[in-house]
């Protein structure tokens, strides 16, 4: 277990507390340690953000739409300034 840990409680219900109990006798370990594996399961990794396509369009000098379209949305959505 990791240095830095903080205790806490939860409520769960028959099933989820069954669950875990199966899991934990299965692998020979605590409940505790389940849940902490079942957390870190979902915990993003900084390399699903690096291999995520939605997060590299424009590094690579892509550009779409009009320059400074946030800036003059008005002129180019109504063909002159308001």
Known sequence: ??????????????????????????????????????????????KDYENNPLFTVGKDGFRMGRRKGSLNHDEYLYRGKR
Do not use: W
Not at 11 to 34: H, M, P, V, W
């Open 1 to 46: 277990m990791k240095g830095n840990t903080h205790r806490t409680q939860i409520y769960l219900t028959k099933d989820q507390y069954a669950f875990l109990c199966n899991q934990a006798e299965k692998r020979g370990t605590s409940i505790a340690e389940i849940v902490r594996e079942l957390i870190d399961e979902k915990i993003p990794k900084e």
